[in-house]
């Protein structure tokens, strides 16, 4: 079920926020993140606050509009937590999840989260089926967009979990554990390359033997998947320190 779920990120204006549900995302098995139009991706803020679900953000795909996002799916659920003017078949994280499961023929399903500020406009909210309403204190509603999709992640999760409990995978054979294949390692290289090329520790111009002897260390190293998420994610850090650095 949960390989059949799209999160579509609406108009994100803070990169971090994209880091963040990507790796709320990860954290419950959900891997289809599709972003409308983002101010500001890619972008290090973005992979420094995944905390190693790059993978979800490399495979992230990036649209112009909401329609283009949802052309494919069959069921489209809107995040709304504001009352609107027309009403619309309103259900709770749980009965969401309820939903998708007992109609498999309604997948693949696109799940819409909106701009950090005011959500989903009243006409992206019209091209839903249903809209999802986390039951948060009303009189503080204002969840961010990272716990948001954390929420109605778990629900999925926990779902999918209760109806097929033999799905959780041993830990032996989680992804990070797997050995990384060469386009990953190859994706670490050359982001290592690049922060050493900012960090005036290598100059391409004259790369010696370093580049070589980079390559033969990690093919010794047979890193596996969360190894090269980690390294990849500390590069990022370094990046942004120097973005911070030469702004100030």
């Given amino acids: 079920m949960l390989e059949q779920i799209k999160i579509v990120l609406c108009h994100t204006s803070h990169p971090g926020n994209i880091g963040a549900a990507a790796r709320a995302m990860k954290t419950m098995g959900l891997s289809r993140l599709v972003l409308v139009s983002p101010k500001d991706f890619p972008c290090e803020e973005a992979m420094v606050r995944s905390s190693g679900a790059l993978d979800i953000l490399e495979s992230a795909v990036v649209v112009e509009t909401i329609e283009e996002a949802i052309k494919d799916c069959k069921l489209v659920i ?32 696109a799940i819409l989260f909106g701009r950090e500020s005011v959500g989903l406009l009243n006409e992206e909210l ?102 090269v998420n980690i390294l990849r994610g500390f590069l990022a850090s370094i990046e942004k320190y120097i973005k911070r650095k030469t702004n100030v």
Wanted: hydrophobic share 35%.
């Fill in 78 to 109: 809107g995040s709304s937590s504001r009352n609107r003017a027309l009403p619309w078949p309103l259900i709770e994280p749980r009965e969401m999840a309820q939903l998708i499961d007992e109609k498999p023929e309604s997948r693949p399903v």
């Fill in 126 to 227: 019209q091209l839903c089926n249903y809209h999802v309403n986390i039951p948060a204190n009303p009189e503080y509603m204002s969840l961010n967009l990272a716990s948001a999709v954390q929420i109605i992640s778990y629900e999925l999760r926990l779902k999918c979990l209760l109806e097929n409990p033999i799905a959780e995978e041993p830990l032996e054979s989680k992804d990070s554990e797997l050995v990384a294949t060469s386009e990953q390692v190859d994706g670490l290289y050359h982001h290592l390359e690049q922060t050493m090329v900012s960090t005036e520790f290598f100059d391409p111009e004259n790369p010696k033997l370093l580049s070589a002897r980079m390559r033969r260390l990690f093919a010794k190293s047979q890193l596996n998947q969360g190894e």
